[in-house]
């Protein structure tokens, strides 16, 4: 079974494919790192000649990339590693490849090389993550982050699609762990029925034999800034402040990451992710 890296070869890629490597090794995986170039793929020189200019763009890619895979090979001698480049855009190549072997997961950074490059990994992860076939594991570019996890957040609304994210997320990393709810509510409900209604759902997380105990972790929108959109925002201050090392979001919530990468209009802001999330699969 194999993780599937993307690369842009660029140094918020390799931190992923670090990351996907520590999970590799620690639940004997294999990876398998993906390069897709197009004919205006960035990297080269503007007075670049466009005749042979893909020919040019492989040959490039062929050698990039046997040496960002011999840095990782170097760094991990005892992970089967294989590579290969392929013609196509990210968004829409990922996903078709996903489906060819037998990968358990994508792993991939936040974002990629700089935007003149003609990636913006921030948007194309967002669309990968809604249209992979398998589980996508999102990295965000922190040097120093642990792959060690023993609590997990579990964004939840009570949607069933939830629960097959956690079994989904058991699978691929077949350990115990602990598991935070995390619910948002608007100020307009009452915090007992929400509390009741947590306690509830929560006997269908205890019954995973992978989880030790359950959490709640809630809080309301915030009313007094109707212009920001307080969901990812409240989300975001409650996992930073909790001892959660990965976040699950199901097929449900995937908007929740789209807005974690999208400027507020009237603040241009975009939330940072400091913690990896694991998104369950698109069906």
């Known amino acids: 079974m194999k993780i599937l890296v993307p690369t842009d070869f660029s ?3 390799f931190l992923a494919a670090r990351y996907a490597a520590e999970i590799a090794k620690k639940y004997h995986y294999s990876l398998h790192i ?11 020189d503007e007075n670049e000649l466009e005749e042979g200019r893909e020919e040019s763009d492989l040959l490039k890619a062929d050698l990039t990339i046997k040496e960002w895979v011999g840095r990782l090979q170097a760094q991990y001698p005892d992970i089967p590693i294989s590579y290969n480049n392929d013609r196509g855009l990210l968004e829409e190549a990922l996903p078709k490849q996903a489906k060819r072997e037998d ?6 950074g936040t974002t990629g090389a700089s935007a003149n490059k003609n990636i913006f990994w921030g948007s194309n992860t967002a669309l ?26 579990l964004l939840t609304n009570f949607k069933q699609e939830e629960l097959t994210t956690l079994q989904e997320f058991v699978h691929i990393f077949k350990q115990e762990i602990d598991v935070a709810l995390i619910h948002v509510y608007k100020e307009s409900e009452s915090v007992t029925s929400v ?32 212009d920001q959109d307080t ?15 990965i976040i699950l979001v199901s097929k449900t919530r995937k908007t929740f990451f789209e807005r974690l990468f999208t400027s507020s209009v009237s603040k241009a ?7 990896p999330a694991f998104f369950g699969k698109s069906l």
């Open 231 to 245: 969901i990812p925002e409240v989300i975001s201050k409650l996992i930073d402040v909790q001892d959660i090392d």
């Open 269 to 275: 802001m975009t939330l940072k992710l400091q913690k």
């Open 11 to 13: 140094e918020n890629a």
């Open 128 to 153: 990968i993550v809604a249209k992979s076939p398998i589980p996508v594991i999102v990295i965000p570019n922190i040097e120093q982050i642990t792959t060690e996890i023993k609590k997990v957040g």
């Open 103 to 108: 990968y358990v997961a994508i792993a991939m």
């Open 34 to 44: 993906i390069h897709f170039y197009t004919a205006v793929s960035s990297g080269f």
């Open 195 to 226: 509390n009741n209604r947590l306690d509830s759902w929560g006997f269908n997380v205890d019954e995973f034999s992978a989880v030790r105990q359950t959490n709640k972790l809630i809080a309301p929108t915030l009313k007094e800034d109707k």
